[in-house]
Structures are given as structure tokens and as C-alpha cells.
């Protein structure tokens, strides 16, 4: 008997260590990032945040330019998805579903490279010629392939909040008289606005950490537009920046370029740290009312 | 039988709802479903219809709703007050439309890029197409709650069709372009020259190789993993910050995977199929983690309890008992984890390759079909005269579908065990 | 219910592991393999070489890497020890050898090369056959962004560089004696300048010779167009030598595979491809 609760003392002790493998990634991760990054934070100093990569070594256009094709993604992504799954989890009838679920999950296995692909092949002269662009290659398509990227998160998790909202509370509204859509717009959705929320920062980190397709369709370029507002140019994006640069990068551009990783590293953290808390307190509220 | 009939359509009825109104109102739907289509698909395909037809198209629209708002005055005042407004914004527009200029440059405004007339009309077509489409829905419906409902929805519907476009484009455009080059020869051939002749084996076998490699270091964590999650540490501190750490690593962008590649495998394991199916074990994982969780987390708590009243120590319940009908959802979880890995790029481009060869070892650089398409991306205007060119972007359609295809078929399959696992319970 | 024994499953599933391992280990103990990777100029090159080089050679294999890492990034990982022949379009630069000490840079010169300003045909036909180098500063530095002001049709150009670092964008600045330019986009290979400009109506880059096509015509700088005759002379203002560094003398392997490139055979397979042989 002694015996065997060791046995099973030492089984715990494994997969106590396994699971503690994640840890031990991220903190690597971490660790051998922040180790290169530290000369770029030490000898560019408070120019890391200047918009002129090429003599100053500043992240702050890159920076610029994953706020604006991370906004942009968003604009497109938040209505569209979060109406994908309402329509999904409320109005579609059961096959409907059935047949539109697993279209959506192939819509999120595409590879990036593939989206790339067609962004530059497809998208890039279409924007061109639309706009009558100098040339597509720009923020503006950036934005718009991200943001199809991040369509499937923001459907699958409006889908997840709303079904997870009690039957009974929709059923009381209905019962009180209410159309499906007012039961929608006045009960279901609010209750499970919370979730949607908490999810859709997911929707962020990956928007903001997208690279392959970004890099087809941006360009590598390190001159940040002059305005805000011209999407209508390329311009950096952390992510591009490295995977473009990192080849001939030498020198301390180098650790900027882990510097970048650094800062994508931290705002993506962040964002997944609030998105679970979120989803913490959510499971506690519904547990407990 | 005429009973029955009489019930279901009453005849009164039908001449009260079908009345000269209600056609009125039906037009102006039809009308406007028309014209964000037809918007849509100018802006979609950039086929302009012509700049003089564009006044013409919103004057019959303007009248079309003008008589609607007309004749709904009856029914809802305030509603239909709306409508007369819009009718009269579409009368502007027809009045603007006559003494616009063919192209609104942005460059005033820092921007650098112009407007074309055209594209400013056919915009214009699809929002005011689905502005007219809601307005005449609730006129058709008598302003009731129910006529927003149907307003509601024929939005939500129009949302659907517009997220399925991306895709049928991409699933389209892949197929279409990629099928012509894909021979028997290219599927078992070595890559030759720049990638505009030969096959793409190599990449193919890398592929497998890259997934093989995952299957061996992060299936087995992930699983361990998540077995210590659901089955040993109930409320544990641990548990919480472990849940942490996989949904941090989770939110990962793949490139810094690729820098944290370089900054630690390739110091150890060089520059090769180690390194990449290493980093690519550590992106699967959390995937794996999470869906091995849940996948425990659905059989049932008496189960386990059963078999621990029996004398079944904790260990062999998990393995006899908890394992065996959790296996279809965690094989679904780790075949789409995997799947995702697999398509990923930015983790390997800094130790791939453009192999002419099988890969000799696991030291060698690595081949896979993401990088490689995204080579022959990079390549694809490069060297040579237009056929090679043209060569090239065929092998790089191809090379799409062929990736494309096998993370289908991982999702079918992935969705195939899951349906048959749903039955079983 | 099926009965799996997971611990099974798992000790075939190493077993099977392990059998890969030891197969493709013996493979590769049949060849011995070159690593080799870098300037994105020297990579058509690279391949083609090592494309004809397999297969006159089994016991040797050489693995191009791609996409191309750059110039710099060839250097860098040779100097790390993860390849064997770093490739290069330029120079080894002084930061780069002081960083380091203890590999001994030796330079493979393979062949030449000039850097040629293309443009798109639409352009080309429209009368831009050629710039002199003051015209050339101005549209980089965005003083002129019109094709108008040099001799072109009324569009506004659309300016295609190399990202910074590389060999191409380092010869090319020094050449024309800028510092910072206001292109449009940014690229991470030759390759992929080409296709922009070919792509488009308006474009301006710059690429290696090899690089140069009927879709992409090179335009006569002061009157000079970039040939083999040009560019040995020195009368082309752009030039440059294309590199393979290794780690001290190229031996062994990598020695066959140089001295393969430097070959006639080899220097062949280099003037097809568009560059100047030694």
C-alpha cells in the first residue's frame, strides 16, 4: 500500500513538471528576448520611441504602424464578427449551423502565408486601381487582411458568450412578449457583452502579432508616413520590421529588432492576462448568480 | 380541403395584405437589395458602369421611397417621416452627382491617394442600398416590432454573406489557379532552378516531418499537462498560474517564437529541422493544452468516482477510466493544433531553406510548404525571362493548394472524430 | 469501449521516433552538407550552382537557405558558426569582423555585378530610357515625384528600394552619395523589387544586373547603360563584386563547392543568370 501511494506520488510529481513546462517557456521566452533587447534599451535610450528607424534606431514608427493596422483589422473584424455570431448563435436554424460552424473554423486554419499570398496577388492591384494609389502596398491593406485574419476569433468567441448566456433569461424575455430580436438586443447581447469583451482582446493580441501577410502586403519598409491618418502608405509594423530586417540587420540594430519582439511580447502578455482575468470573474459571476 | 385552405390564406386577408401599398414597399426593398448588390459587385470586380448612370440610379431611387414615405404617412407618421428625409437625401445626391468632379484627390489632407467618382457612387450604392432595404422592410411590415426584426436579420445575414466572401475568394482563387500545375510529377519531384520547375517533395516531406516532430515533443506535454490541470490540482494555486502562463504563450505573435528560435535552438541544435519542429512543438502546445483540458473537463465527475470507490488508485483511473473516452476530443484538439503549427511561417523563416533535395538528416535547413510558398512568393518576379516568371507564380498557386488542401483535410478530419465522439455520448 | 494503453502507445510512438532518427541520420551520413545563405543578389546564383553541383557530387549536399537572409545576415550566421559560406554583395564591413574575433573572414570573390536602375515598361516606353545621376538623387531624395519633370508620362513615381542594411541598398547609396531616401516600399529581396516594379505602372528600383528583364528595363545612367563591358571598364557608376565568405581558407566540402563556383563550369551557370564573370 506504501508503495503505491509513492508510485503515485512520483506519476503526480511528472505531470506537475509537464505542466509546469508552459512556465518554463514563457519565462525562456522572456528571458533570452530581454537579454538581447537590453543594449538596444540601454544605448538607444529614449530614441526608441522616435519614428526614424534608419539613423536613430526608433521603434516608435513601427509602434504607429501596428496601432494603426491593428485598429484598422479591428474596425473591420469587431462589427462584422461579433453580427457573424450573433447570426450564428441566435438566428441560423440548426443545420445552418451545422454547416456554417466548420466553414468558419477553415476560415481560422488558413496559414497567414496563404492570406498573404493572395493580399499581394489579389488585394494589393485591386487597391491600387480603386483608390488610384502611387501603390497598394500599404497600411490600408495591411489593415484589411488582418482584419479578415481576425474575423473567426471575434465569430467563435460572440457565439461562445451568447450560448453560454441562460436559457432561462431568454426565455423569460420571450414569454414577457418580447420579438426574438429585442430579446437579442435587450438581454441576450448585454449579458453577454462581458464575455465578447473579454474574448475579443484575444482578437487584439492577434491581430497585433500577425506577420507573414503583413509583411506580403506592407512592405519592409522603416519610413513611417508623414501623417496618422495616410493609410494609403506602407509603413512599418513591428512585426514586419523584424521579419524583414532581421536578416540584414548588424549591430545594435539587432537587439532593437529584439527590442520590438520585446514590446509585442509585453502588449500581447498583457492582453491575454486581462482577457483571462476577464473570463475568471465571468465564470464566477455565472457560477455564483 | 377547402376548409383548410381557407384557414391557412384567408382570402380577405390576402387582398388586405397584397394591395397596391404593399407592392409599393416590396419594389422599394427589391430595389435597394438591388442596388447594394449591384454596388457590391462594382466595387468588387472595378467593372464601372459608366459615371452618367449614376445620377439616373439614384433619381428613380429617390422616387421610389419618396413614394413610399408618401403613402406610409397613413400607417406611422414619425416612421415614415424617415423616409421622406432619406428619399430627399437621395434627391441631393442626385443634384451633387451632376457637377462633381471625376476624382477627389486626398493628397490635400495628407493622404496619398484619390477617390475615384465611381468608387464614391458605388459605395454609395451599397449603403444607401441597405439603408432602403431596413426603412422598407419596416414599411412592408407596418413599422411593427417584427418589420425591425426582419431588418435585424437581413443585416445579420448580409454580415455572414460578407465574411464567407473572403473565403470563397481565397478557397476560389487557390483552386482555380493552382489546379492546372498539379501533375504527378510535381507532387514526387525535387525542386529545380528557382522553384519555376520540378516539384515541391521536398516541401511536402518536410511538412510531415516538422508535424512528426510536434507529434512526439508536444502532444505528450500537452497532454501531461493537461491531465495535471483537469485530474491532480483541483483549486491549486498552481493551476491558476499555469492557466496563465498557457494563455499568455498562447497569445504569442509566431515571430517572436522565430526570435526566441534563433536566440536559443539555433545556439544549440544549428540551423536545422531540430530547431524549426522544436519551436513549432512549443506554438502547438498551448493549443493542445486547451483542448486536451476541455476535452477531460466533459467526462462526467461520477465516472472517476466510480472508479476510485472501487479501489482504483488516482493514476489508474486516469489511464482506465478518464483517458479512453476522452481520446477522440483531445485527438481532435491535437490534430487541429498541429494543423495550425503546421501553416506557420514567421517561426521558420530564418532557418528554412529552398532544398533541391529530400532533407538529408534532421540537421538539415528546413523545407516546409509555407516557407516554401512564401520563397517562391519572394521569387516569384525574380530571375529570368516571363515564362520563367510565369513558371514560377504557377508553382506558387500550386504549392497554396496543396497546403491549403492538407490543413483541410486536417480539419475534416479533426471535425469527423468530433461528430462521431458526440454520438458516442 | 476500446481499451488504449496510453503508456504503449507512447513507448511505440518513441520507438517509432527513434527508428526515424537513426534512418535519416544514415542518410545523411552518406553526404556531407554546406550551409550556405545570405545576400538575396547571390541566391539565384547560390542555387543554380548548387542545383548542378548535386548533381555531379552525392556525397556532398548544399542547402541554399530561403528566402535569402541578406548580406548581413549571411555574415552574421557564419560568424555565429551556422553555416559555412556566408554570401554577401558587398564588403565585409569593419563593425562586422571586430564582432567577431575569433572567425577568420575569408573572401570568396565569385563575380561581378553592377546595380541597375529599373523601371516599369509603361515608363520605359513612354521615353524614360535613361537618368543622369542628379535626376537620380532627386527622385530618392523627393524632390522630383513626378515622371513628368523627367520626361515621362503625368504620373507620380512609385519608389522601390532595398531595406536598409543590405548590400544592394549600401552600394547603391554610397554610389549616388545619399543618406536616407523616400521610397514607397521597402523589399527583402531583388527579387521582390522586381515584381513591384514589374507590377506596376510607375515604379523605380534598383536590382542586380542578373535581375534585369524585357518587363523590367534598365535605364542608361549619364548616358551609360549597365553591361559586362560597361561595368569591367568602370565607366557604369554602380559596381560591385559579388562574395562567398568562409571561416578561414575554404576546405574540404566547401572547398569543392567554391571551387565549383569559380570554375568555368560554374562561371557558366553565373553569366546565364545575367552577372559578370570573374
Redesign the interface.
Known amino acids: 500500500m506504501k508503495k503505491k501511494l509513492s508510485k503515485e506520488h512520483i506519476i503526480q510529481g511528472i505531470f506537475l513538471l509537464i505542466a509546469s513546462f508552459s512556465i518554463f517557456i514563457i519565462f525562456f521566452i522572456f528571458f533570452f528576448l530581454f537579454k538581447e533587447a537590453i543594449p538596444a534599451f540601454i544605448e538607444v535610450g529614449g530614441d526608441i520611441f522616435s519614428t526614424d528607424f534608419s539613423n536613430e534606431l526608433g521603434l516608435g514608427g513601427a509602434i504607429r504602424g501596428s496601432l494603426i493596422v491593428t485598429g484598422g483589422a479591428l474596425l473591420i473584424a469587431y462589427p462584422l464578427g461579433i453580427g457573424g455570431g450573433i447570426f450564428l448563435s441566435e438566428v441560423a436554424s440548426v443545420w445552418i449551423r451545422r454547416i456554417l460552424k466548420p466553414i468558419i473554423e477553415v476560415l481560422a486554419g488558413i496559414p497567414s502565408v496563404v492570406y498573404g499570398f493572395i493580399g499581394a496577388i489579389i488585394l494589393v492591384p485591386f487597391l491600387t486601381d480603386s483608390f488610384r494609389m502611387i501603390s497598394g502596398f500599404s497600411l490600408l491593406a495591411g489593415g484589411l487582411i488582418i482584419g479578415v485574419m481576425t474575423l473567426p476569433i471575434i465569430i467563435s468567441i460572440s457565439d461562445d458568450s451568447l450560448k453560454s448566456v441562460p436559457r432561462e433569461i431568454k426565455e423569460a424575455s420571450l414569454a414577457l412578449g418580447a420579438t426574438p430580436w429585442q430579446t437579442i438586443k435587450k438581454v441576450t447581447f448585454p449579458a453577454a457583452s462581458s464575455g465578447i469583451f473579454a474574448g475579443a482582446t484575444l482578437g487584439v493580441g492577434k491581430a497585433l502579432g500577425e506577420t507573414m501577410a503583413v509583411l506580403m502586403v506592407v512592405s519592409a519598409i522603416t519610413r513611417a508616413p508623414d501623417s496618422w491618418f495616410d493609410i494609403f502608405e506602407s509603413g512599418p509594423v513591428l512585426t514586419s520590421l523584424i521579419a524583414g530586417h532581421w536578416g540584414e540587420a548588424y549591430g545594435l540594430k539587432v537587439n532593437v529588432l529584439f527590442a520590438a519582439g520585446v514590446f509585442l511580447f509585453i502588449i500581447v502578455s498583457v492582453m491575454s492576462i486581462i482577457s483571462e482575468i476577464m473570463q475568471y470573474r465571468i465564470e464566477k459571476k455565472f457560477k455564483g448568480g | 380541403m377547402r376548409n383548410v385552405f381557407g384557414k391557412i390564406i384567408n382570402t380577405k386577408m390576402l387582398y388586405e395584405y397584397v394591395s397596391l401599398q404593399r407592392l409599393l414597399f416590396l419594389l422599394s426593398l427589391c430595389l435597394s437589395c438591388l442596388y447594394a448588390l449591384a454596388g457590391f459587385t462594382i466595387?468588387a470586380t472595378?467593372n464601372y458602369i459608366g459615371e452618367d448612370i449614376y445620377g439616373y440610379l439614384f433619381l428613380i431611387f429617390g422616387i421610389c421611397f419618396l413614394l413610399t414615405g408618401i403613402s406610409s404617412i397613413k400607417i406611422n407618421k414619425k416612421k415614415s417621416v424617415r423616409i421622406l428625409i432619406f428619399s430627399l437625401i437621395l434627391f441631393l445626391i442626385v443634384f451633387v452627382s451632376t457637377a462633381y468632379p471625376s476624382?477627389v484627390g486626398?493628397q490635400d489632407?495628407?493622404?496619398?491617394?484619390?477617390?475615384?467618382y465611381n468608387?464614391i457612387f458605388s459605395i454609395g450604392l451599397i449603403i444607401f442600398g441597405l439603408i432602403g432595404a431596413l426603412l422598407s422592410l419596416g414599411a412592408l411590415f407596418n413599422f411593427k416590432?417584427?418589420g425591425?426584426?426582419y431588418g435585424?436579420?437581413f443585416?445579420?445575414?448580409v454580415?455572414?454573406l460578407?465574411?464567407?466572401y473572403?473565403?470563397v475568394?481565397?478557397i476560389g482563387?487557390?483552386t482555380i489557379n493552382g489546379a492546372p500545375g498539379i501533375t504527378w510529377e510535381f507532387l514526387t519531384s525535387d525542386v529545380?532552378?528557382?522553384g519555376e520547375s520540378g516539384g515541391i517533395l521536398p516541401a511536402i516531406v518536410g511538412t510531415l516531418l516538422l508535424m512528426?516532430i510536434m507529434?512526439?515533443i508536444a502532444v505528450?506535454?500537452g497532454i501531461?499537462?493537461a491531465?495535471?490541470?483537469e485530474?491532480?490540482?483541483g483549486g491549486h494555486f498552481?493551476v491558476r498560474?499555469?492557466?496563465?502562463?498557457?494563455?499568455?504563450?498562447?497569445?504569442?505573435?509566431?515571430?517572436?517564437?522565430?526570435?526566441?528560435a534563433?536566440?536559443?535552438f539555433?545556439?544549440i541544435f544549428?540551423?536545422s529541422f531540430l530547431t524549426g519542429g522544436l519551436v513549432l512543438s512549443?506554438y502547438a502546445?498551448?493549443m493542445i493544452?486547451r483542448s486536451s483540458a476541455e476535452a477531460l473537463k466533459s467526462i462526467p465527475q461520477g465516472l472517476r468516482e466510480g472508479s476510485l470507490a472501487l479501489g482504483a488508485?488516482?493514476?489508474q483511473t486516469i489511464?482506465?477510466v478518464v483517458?479512453?473516452?476522452s481520446?477522440p476530443g483531445i485527438i481532435t484538439g491535437v490534430v487541429?493544433g498541429i494543423?495550425?503549427a503546421a501553416?506557420?511561417?514567421?517561426p521558420l523563416?530564418?532557418v528554412?531553406?529552398?532544398?533541391?533535395?529530400?532533407?538529408?538528416?534532421?540537421?538539415?535547413?528546413v523545407a516546409s510548404l509555407?516557407?516554401h510558398?512564401?520563397?517562391l512568393?519572394?521569387?516569384?518576379?525574380?530571375?529570368?525571362?516571363?515564362v520563367e516568371?510565369a513558371a514560377r507564380m504557377q508553382n506558387?498557386w500550386s504549392t497554396?493548394l496543396i497546403?491549403?488542401t492538407i490543413?483541410?483535410i486536417?480539419?475534416v478530419v479533426a471535425?469527423v472524430i468530433r461528430e462521431k465522439f458526440r454520438k458516442e455520448f | 469501449m476500446k481499451k488504449i494503453n496510453t503508456l504503449r502507445t507512447l513507448a511505440v510512438l518513441a520507438g517509432v521516433f527513434a527508428l526515424t532518427a537513426f534512418m535519416s541520420g544514415c542518410i545523411g551520413s552518406e553526404s556531407e552538407m554546406v550551409k550556405l545563405n545570405g545576400s538575396s543578389t547571390v541566391f539565384p546564383i547560390a542555387q543554380r550552382c548548387a542545383e548542378k553541383f548535386d548533381q555531379e557530387h552525392d556525397d556532398i549536399t548544399v542547402e541554399v537557405g530561403a528566402p535569402p537572409i541578406g548580406s548581413g545576415g549571411g555574415i552574421t550566421q557564419l560568424g555565429e558558426g551556422n553555416i559555412h559560406i556566408g554570401a554577401a554583395s558587398r564588403e565585409i564591413k569593419q563593425t562586422e569582423i571586430d564582432k567577431f574575433p575569433n572567425v577568420d573572414f575569408t573572401d570568396n570573390v565569385i563575380a561581378f555585378d553592377g546595380v541597375a536602375v529599373i523601371v516599369s515598361k509603361d515608363i520605359y516606353d513612354a521615353g524614360v530610357t535613361g537618368l543622369t545621376t542628379a535626376q537620380l538623387v532627386d527622385i530618392y531624395v523627393g524632390t522630383v515625384t513626378n515622371w513628368m519633370d523627367v520626361g515621362g508620362p503625368d504620373r507620380q513615381i512609385n519608389i522601390n528600394e532595398r531595406e536598409e542594411g543590405s548590400g544592394t541598398h549600401d552600394t547603391f547609396m554610397a554610389a549616388i552619395d545619399i543618406e536616407e531616401t523616400v521610397a514607397n516600399q521597402a523589399w527583402p529581396s531583388n527579387a521582390e523589387v522586381k515584381s513591384a516594379v514589374s507590377n506596376s505602372d510607375n515604379g523605380i528600383g534598383y536590382v542586380g544586373l542578373g535581375y534585369v528583364s524585357n518587363s523590367t528595363p534598365a535605364l542608361k545612367l549619364d548616358g551609360i547603360a549597365p553591361s559586362e563591358t560597361t561595368i569591367k571598364a568602370g565607366t557604369y557608376p554602380i559596381s560591385r563584386s559579388l562574395h562567398m565568405y568562409t571561416d578561414g581558407a575554404p576546405k574540404g566540402a566547401v572547398k569543392v563547392f567554391i571551387d565549383f563556383v569559380q570554375s568555368s563550369a560554374g562561371q557558366d551557370i553565373i553569366a546565364d543568370a545575367g552577372f559578370i564573370r570573374l
Not at chain 2, 489632407?109 to 475615384?116: C, D, K, N, R
Not at chain 2, 528554412?352 to 535547413?365: A, E, Q, R, V
Open positions: 466595387v472595378l476624382s486626398l489632407y495628407g493622404l496619398s491617394a484619390s477617390l475615384t468608387m416590432p417584427l425591425n426584426q435585424a436579420y443585416l445579420l445575414v454580415c455572414m460578407i465574411i464567407l473572403p473565403l475568394i481565397i482563387q487557390v529545380r532552378g528557382l512528426f507529434f512526439v505528450p506535454l501531461g499537462a491531465i495535471y490541470l485530474e491532480y490540482a498552481m498560474v499555469i492557466k496563465m502562463a498557457v494563455s499568455i504563450l498562447r497569445g504569442v505573435p509566431s515571430i517572436v517564437f522565430g526570435l526566441f534563433l536566440a536559443f539555433v545556439p544549428g540551423i512549443f502546445l498551448p493544452i488508485t488516482k493514476w489511464r482506465r483517458l479512453p473516452p481520446l487541429l494543423g495550425e501553416g506557420e511561417t514567421a523563416l530564418f528554412s531553406t529552398l532544398i533541391i533535395k529530400m532533407p538529408p538528416n534532421l540537421l538539415g535547413m509555407p516557407t510558398l512564401y520563397t512568393f519572394g521569387m516569384r518576379g525574380g530571375l529570368g525571362d516571363e516568371v506558387a497554396a497546403l491549403l490543413i483541410l486536417l480539419n471535425l
